[in-house]
């Protein structure tokens, strides 16, 4: 089997197989930020985390419940490369609500979806300044548009509680944490919900990003830090993703390579998987793959 079906058989197990696992604390304080929606408040959650440490997982498990209570989930990521342009999360989120607006009403409200999308595309990369007239006018359209787009997303949450979520804030441009600022004013007084997921290794303490997070804080941003799985949930983790239990005597040093963290789990179970399509019938136990490695290392060198 070759490795990109390797990757194609993972990806599909672990969208089948992979529980959501000890997360209790985490899922506790999502259920109790949820709440705040049916009292008719906004807020936000700030999910920080060290690469691989499951923070996009855990955000998919919070819009499958928030889903569940009759929210409409709308989701976005920032890239890690600037060649994207700016607002890319918030154009994704605009492109997502077509495909998640379930009622008219929902439908009609972003009418004007792609009157929003192009003019999120249209405005400068950099944000404007006003140091002359030309600058002062950029500055009041911009404005103008995050004033429309933040006014239908709470029209959206009169009718029905509204999740959003911003997946790798380390990585946003300055234009994105613009409109999350803004967005972020609304917040109180309506059933908006932002969650909002961040490497904290990758967020120097002067950047836009950390301005951006101390203001965020200021207004009542709730804050989790999600760490590695224990010992027993990595085990279950390795075993779900590669259908078998693990021998007693390898899962201390399945442990002691992984530290909990969800990626090397992955990791390692891919390289298992490679094995047994390779032609070794028997399970062995393999060391985190170099790569993988070498660029998490990498990011983490980067502010340490």
């Not at 234009?175 to 917040?187: D, E, I, P, R, V």
């Not at 021998?247 to 201390?252: A, G, K, N």
Request: hydrophobic share 40%; net charge negative; with cysteine.
């Amino acid at each position: 089997m070759a490795s990109d079906d390797i990757h194609e058989q993972l990806s599909a197990d672990r969208a089948v197989a992979e529980p959501f696992l000890g997360r209790e604390d985490l899922l506790t304080e999502f259920d109790q930020f949820m709440a705040r929606a049916t009292e008719r408040k906004g807020g936000i959650f700030l999910l920080a985390g060290e690469p691989g440490s499951g923070k996009s997982r855990s955000i998919e498990e919070f819009a499958v419940r928030a889903e569940n209570a009759g929210a409409l989930v709308l989701s976005g990521s920032c890239p890690e490369h600037s060649s994207f342009g700016p607002f890319r999360p918030w154009v994704q989120i605009l492109a997502h609500l077509s495909e998640s607006a379930t009622s008219p009403e929902q439908v009609r409200l972003f009418g004007n979806k792609q009157n929003l999308v192009h003019g999120l595309l249209n405005q400068p990369v950099t944000p404007p300044v006003s140091t002359d007239s030309s600058g002062i006018e950029l500055m009041g359209q911009r404005f103008e548009l995050f004033q429309t787009i933040s006014s239908a997303f709470v029209q959206l949450a009169d009718h029905s509680p509204l999740l959003l979520t911003l997946d790798d804030l380390h990585a946003a441009d300055p234009s994105s944490l613009a409109l999350l600022l803004h967005l972020a004013g609304f917040l109180r007084r309506h059933a908006i919900l932002l969650i909002i997921s961040y490497r904290d290794t990758e967020v120097p303490r002067k950047s836009a990003v950390a301005g951006a997070l101390a203001d965020l804080t200021r207004q009542g941003a709730r804050r989790y830090r999600i760490t590695g799985l224990g010992e027993s949930n990595s085990y279950a983790l390795t075993e779900a993703l590669i259908g078998e239990p693990l021998p007693e005597r390898w899962r201390r040093e399945l442990y002691r390579q992984t530290s909990g963290n969800p990626l090397f789990i992955t990791e390692i179970a891919r390289a298992i998987l490679q094995a047994r399509a390779e032609g070794d019938g028997t399970l062995l136990v393999v060391g985190i793959p170099l790569g993988i490695q070498e660029a998490i290392g990498q990011q983490l060198d980067k502010f340490s």
